[in-house]
C-alpha cells in the first residue's frame, strides 16, 4: 500500500536556480522558519557564479545553456506565491530537502516539475525513476515530447551553437560615475537578486546583465555592523531587511541611479505598488538622510510625508521621537511681502514691509562662503583689519548676485524658524525668501555661492525647501561652480581709502579728472554721508554729499557713549538708504576734507541725492551749491519744501509779504546710452541700455551652455501664455529668453523680451527656463518717438515708417526721456557724436508733423521742430510738395473735428 504524500505550505521567497528554491513557512511567534528544497529527479543547468575574494582559487563560472531561461521561468510562476510542496528526503550534509512543489489552482495541482520538464528546460535523472511510477513515466513521456518538438535546451539552435544563449554578465562596475551618467537617470528594469539590508539590494539591469548594488536614495534603515569580528544588529534591522525583502527580492522593478558615493550607486527602486523608499519611511523603518537626499529626482515631498507620518504615529524607529522645539512663531508673523532694502553679506536681507518696519530675515539653512583656513601662529599680532566682505573668497560675489536680482524689489517671505541667541549672537529670524516664484537661496546655492547647513537627525528646524537646496547643492558641486570649483578663488585687492588723509590726496586728482565715476553704495552713515565701493578703481572712500546742510542720526562717540542725533537726522539716514544703499551712483569728485572725505556730488538714476533730501524737507540749502549748476533748482526745491511744511519745516513760518514768480519749469534731459533692436508701427521701437550689455551677454551665453549641456527632451515643455521660457530663434537657431503671447496648436507666438521681436514657431523649439536665467529684467523695452506726429496718408505713413527704421535700427543713439503717458514713455534720440535730433531729421525730410504740445517746458524744443516744418514746407519736401495739405481740413471741405 503506497503512502498518501503530506502537504506543505509556504511562500516562495527565492529562486536559487531552475531546480531549487527556498521556501518561506509561517510565521510562529518569530522571524518564518525557511528551508531550501530542490526539485527531485531532475537537473537544471548551472546559473554563472562571480569568483568569492575570501576563497582562495575561486574563479568564476559561466552560465550552462538555458540555466537563466529555466531560473526565470521559475520565479516568474511562483515567486511571492503560496505554494504547496512535499518532501520526499533529505540529504542532512547539504541540508537541502528534495520534493515537488505545486501551484494550486482551484482544486487542480500544477507540478512545476512537469512543467520545467514539458518546457525542455532542465534534464530527468531517469537512473531514479521507477519503471512502476505513474509519476516517473509521465515525466519521461513529457521529456521525449519536448525533445522531439526541440524545445528549450534541445532545441538544434542551443544545441549548435550555446554560446549565443548565455548571459554576458557584468559582475564589477569599473567608473561608477561614468556609468550612472549614461543612463542620463532614466528608469531601468531590473531583477532584485539580494537584498543586504533595508535600503540596500543588488540587482541584475536587463537586458545587460550589469549586477549593481543600489543604495536607495535619500533614506536610510537601521543596518548589521561588524565589529570586531562580531556582528551588531540595530533595532529593525531584521525586520525592515524582511520588509524590503518580503516586496523586492526577485522582483521585476525599476531602478533610477541618480548618483555615487564612494564608488557605491545611489538610486530609486519603483515597485509596480510605489517607490519603497516612501514604503519603509511610512512604516517607520527607515529615516530621510540629508547627505543623499541631493541626488533624489522625483518625490522628495513624498518621501518628507512618509518620515513625518511615522514621526507622528510613533511607528518603530521613532517610538521614542519628540519634535524638537524653537521659539513659537505668531501665525501673523509667518508670512509677508516687501521691498528688498539692503543684502547682507550673502546670506540675509533686510525688507521694508508695508506697513514701514523693516525686518531682518536670514535664508533659512544655508551658509555664506567661508574664509580661508588661516595660516600657523607665527606669534607676531595682526595689524590687518579684516573686511570679510572682500577679503572671503565669493563672498563678494554672493552679495552682488542678491543685490543685483533682489535691491529695490518685492519678495515673498515665508518664515520657517526662529534660531535662539547663541554664543553672543542675536535671535535670527530665518525665511525661505521668493520672488517670482524663484527660491532665492536655492538660486543662491546653484551658483555656488553658498552651502546648505547640515544637521542633527532629529532637527526639524531646518528650510522648508530644505531638499530643493541639498539638490541644487548637488548641481554645483556637478557644474564646479563657486566655492565647488577647482580654479583659484577671485581676489578682491580692494584699497581702503576711508579717513586716510594721504591716500585720499594721491587719489583726488585722478577722481576729478575721471568726471562722473560709477560707484557702489556700501554703507549709509547719514542723509549726506555715504561709504562708497569704486570698482574701477577697486578702492573704498567715505562720500560726503555736496551744497547740503543736513541733520545727523544718533553715533557713537568717544568712551563708547551714543551721542544725540539732530531732529530729522534718522528720518534723513533712512531716506538716503532706501534712495542710495547697495544701489549703483554716478558721482562727481570735487574736493576733500581734511579728515581725508571726498566731497561731490551724487546721481541715482538720474536723481540728484542732494536735491532730492531738499525737496523732502530733510536737508537746508548749504552757500556751497551757489557755484554749481543745481543751485536754481534747489532753491525752488527749498521753497516747495518749506510752503508743504515737511520735516525740518514743519514749524517754517512765511515771511509776511512774499512776492513769487513762479520760473517756467525746465526740461529735464537726461541722456541714456541704448541700441535700437526693434522697430514697430507708430514710431514705436525697442531698445537695451548698453550698460546692461555685457551682463546680458554673459547670460546669453550662459543659458547656451546650459541649453547644450541638458538638451530639452520633446513634449517636455507645455507653454502657457505669460510664460518666461527658453525660445530657439529661426535664423541663427540659438537659445534666447522669451515670451508666449499666443498659442494654436502646435504654433506658439513669441515675443524674444531682450530684443523685442516676434516669432511664430513650432512648440518643440520652446523649452522650460531653468530659475537662474530668469532674475535678470527683460533688456528691451519699448519706448515711442516724442513731439511727432505720422500723416494720415497710408503711403506717407510707409514712408516715414522706413525712414524712421533705416535712421535708428541697430544704432548706439543718446535717449531722453521726455513725458510718459499711461506706462508708456516718449524719449527723444539723438547721435551721439554729431548730437542730431532723429526727429528733427524726420521733420526736416517732410515725412512727420509736429505735435502741438503746450507745457512751458517744452517750449524751446518745439518751437525748433516747428521751424524745422516750416522749413520743409517751404522747399516743398515730401508731405509739403503740393504746399500745406492740412489746409483741405476745412469746415466747406466736410471737416469736423
Known amino acids: 500500500m503506497t503512502t498518501p504524500p503530506v502537504y506543505h505550505k509556504g511562500v516562495v521567497k527565492q529562486v536559487l536556480s531552475g531546480d531549487a528554491v527556498v521556501i518561506r513557512g509561517q510565521p510562529r511567534g518569530g522571524p518564518p522558519p525557511e528551508r531550501t528544497l530542490c526539485f527531485s529527479n531532475i537537473t537544471a543547468p548551472r546559473l554563472a557564479r562571480r569568483a568569492n575574494p575570501n576563497v582562495e582559487g575561486s574563479v568564476e563560472t559561466k552560465d550552462e545553456a538555458c540555466a537563466w531561461q529555466a531560473r526565470e521561468f521559475v520565479r516568474s510562476k511562483i515567486i511571492g506565491k ?13 541540508n537541502r530537502e528534495y520534493g515537488c512543489v505545486y501551484l494550486q489552482k482551484g482544486d487542480a495541482k500544477e507540478s512545476m516539475t512537469e512543467l520545467l520538464v514539458s518546457e525542455g528546460l532542465v534534464e530527468l535523472r531517469r537512473m531514479g525513476l521507477r519503471s512502476e511510477d505513474e509519476t516517473a513515466q509521465r515525466l519521461i513521456a513529457l521529456e ?28 564589477t562596475i569599473d567608473n561608477p560615475r561614468q556609468f ?21 539590494v543588488r540587482a541584475f539591469l536587463l537586458p545587460d546583465f550589469a549586477y549593481v548594488t543600489i543604495m536607495l536614495s535619500g533614506i536610510k534603515c537601521p543596518m548589521f555592523k561588524t565589529t570586531n569580528g562580531v556582528q551588531e544588529v540595530e533595532p529593525f534591522a531584521e525586520e525592515a531587511r524582511f520588509y524590503t525583502e518580503s516586496r523586492l527580492l526577485q522582483r521585476e522593478v525599476k531602478i533610477v541611479m541618480e548618483g555615487v ?15 519603497i523608499a516612501e514604503l519603509l519611511l511610512k512604516e517607520g523603518f527607515a529615516r530621510c538622510v540629508d547627505w543623499s537626499m541631493g541626488v533624489v529626482t522625483q518625490g522628495i515631498e513624498n518621501l518628507r510625508a512618509a518620515e513625518k507620518t511615522a514621526k ?19 501665525i501673523k508673523d509667518k508670512s509677508f511681502q516687501g521691498k528688498v532694502v539692503e543684502c547682507v553679506n550673502g546670506d540675509a536681507l533686510v525688507v521694508k514691509t508695508a506697513d514701514g518696519k523693516y525686518r531682518k530675515c536670514f535664508l533659512a539653512s544655508i551658509k555664506p562662503p567661508r574664509p580661508p583656513v588661516a595660516e600657523a601662529d607665527t606669534g607676531k599680532p595682526s595689524v590687518r583689519v579684516t573686511r570679510p566682505l572682500y577679503d572671503i573668497p565669493y563672498m563678494f560675489e554672493a552679495r552682488e548676485f542678491l543685490r543685483k536680482k533682489l535691491i529695490g524689489k518685492k519678495v515673498s517671505v515665508e518664515v520657517d524658524y526662529i534660531q535662539p541667541p547663541n554664543a553672543g549672537f542675536p535671535e535670527k529670524t530665518c525665511c525661505t525668501v521668493t520672488i517670482g516664484g524663484i527660491n532665492v537661496a536655492e538660486a543662491l546655492i546653484s551658483k ?20 530643493m537646496l541639498l539638490a541644487g547643492e548637488e548641481r554645483a558641486k556637478k557644474k564646479g561652480v563657486g566655492v565647488h570649483s577647482k580654479k583659484d578663488s577671485p581676489l578682491h585687492r580692494v584699497a581702503d581709502v576711508s579717513g586716510d588723509v594721504t591716500k585720499a590726496r594721491q587719489f583726488l586728482p585722478f577722481l576729478i579728472k575721471a568726471d562722473r565715476l560709477e560707484a557702489l553704495c556700501d554703507y549709509v552713515t547719514s542723509g549726506s554721508r555715504l561709504r562708497l565701493f569704486l570698482p574701477k578703481e577697486t578702492c573704498l572712500i567715505t562720500f560726503l554729499v555736496s551744497g547740503i546742510e543736513c541733520p545727523r542720526g544718533p553715533r557713537p562717540g568717544a568712551g563708547g557713549v551714543t551721542m544725540p542725533g539732530e531732529p530729522f537726522g534718522e528720518e534723513a539716514t533712512m531716506f538716503t538708504k532706501e534712495l542710495c544703499l547697495q544701489r549703483e551712483v554716478d558721482i562727481k569728485v570735487e574736493t576733500t576734507d581734511k579728515g581725508g572725505n571726498f566731497i561731490g556730488w551724487c546721481f541715482v538714476d538720474g536723481v540728484n541725492l542732494s536735491l532730492a533730501l531738499v525737496e523732502q524737507g530733510l536737508a537746508k540749502v548749504h552757500f556751497t551749491a551757489e557755484r554749481s549748476p543745481f543751485y536754481n533748482q534747489m532753491l525752488k526745491a527749498e521753497e516747495a519744501a518749506k510752503a508743504k511744511k515737511l520735516n525740518i519745516w514743519a514749524e517754517y513760518k512765511e515771511p509776511e509779504v512774499v512776492t513769487e514768480v513762479e520760473e517756467p519749469q525746465e526740461r529735464k534731459v537726461t541722456f541714456t546710452t541704448v541700441v535700437v533692436t526693434e522697430v514697430g508701427q507708430d514710431l514705436k521701437f525697442n531698445a537695451q541700455v548698453v550698460d546692461n550689455g555685457p551682463r546680458l551677454e554673459q547670460l546669453m551665453e550662459e543659458l547656451r551652455v546650459d541649453m547644450d549641456a541638458n538638451p530639452p527632451l520633446p513634449g517636455a515643455y507645455t507653454p502657457k501664455k505669460g510664460d518666461l521660457c527658453a525660445a530657439r530663434f529661426s535664423e541663427d537657431k540659438q537659445w534666447y529668453r522669451a515670451k508666449v503671447e499666443k498659442i494654436a496648436g502646435s504654433k506658439v507666438t513669441v515675443l524674444f523680451v531682450d530684443y523685442g521681436n516676434r ?38 505713413k510707409m514712408d516715414a515708417q522706413d525712414a524712421f527704421y533705416n535712421d535708428v535700427m541697430n544704432r548706439q543713439l543718446q535717449m531722453n526721456v521726455e513725458h510718459r503717458i499711461g506706462g508708456g514713455e516718449f524719449v527723444s534720440l539723438s547721435d551721439p557724436e554729431t548730437k542730431e535730433d532723429v526727429a528733427k531729421i524726420l521733420i526736416d525730410a517732410g515725412l512727420v508733423l509736429v505735435e502741438q504740445r503746450k507745457e512751458k517746458r517744452f517750449a524751446k524744443v518745439i518751437s525748433e521742430y516747428i521751424k524745422a516744418q516750416d522749413a520743409a514746407k517751404a522747399n516743398r519736401v515730401n508731405l509739403w510738395r503740393y504746399g500745406d495739405f492740412r489746409e483741405d481740413d476745412a469746415k466747406e471741405f466736410g471737416y469736423k473735428r
Open 448 to 467: 555656488g555661492l553658498a552651502t546648505v547647513i547640515r544637521y542633527r537627525q532629529d532637527d526639524d528646524q531646518r528650510s522648508s525647501k530644505y531638499d
Open 261 to 275: 558615493s564612494n564608488q557605491n550607486i545611489l538610486g530609486s527602486v519603483i515597485h509596480p505598488n510605489g517607490n
Open 144 to 171: 521525449d515530447s519536448a525533445k522531439s518538438a526541440g524545445k528549450g535546451k534541445w532545441a538544434p539552435e542551443v544545441v549548435t551553437e550555446p554560446e549565443k544563449y548565455l548571459r554576458n554578465i557584468k559582475w
Open 180 to 200: 550612472v551618467d549614461s543612463y542620463h537617470q532614466k528608469p531601468i528594469d531590473a531583477v532584485i537578486e539580494h537584498v543586504r539590508d533595508g535600503c540596500t
Open 82 to 94: 503560496e505554494v504547496i510542496f512535499t518532501v520526499e528526503y533529505k540529504t542532512p550534509a547539504a
Open 759 to 796: 516669432e511664430t514657431t513650432d512648440i518643440s523649439q520652446l523649452a522650460q527656463l531653468s530659475s537662474n536665467f530668469t532674475l535678470l529684467s527683460p533688456q528691451a523695452n519699448e519706448y515711442t518717438l516724442a513731439f511727432v506726429q505720422l500723416p494720415s496718408d497710408e503711403d506717407a
Open 312 to 330: 507622528e504615529s510613533k511607528k518603530r524607529i521613532w517610538k521614542d521621537y519628540s519634535p524638537s522645539s524653537g521659539p513659537t512663531i505668531d
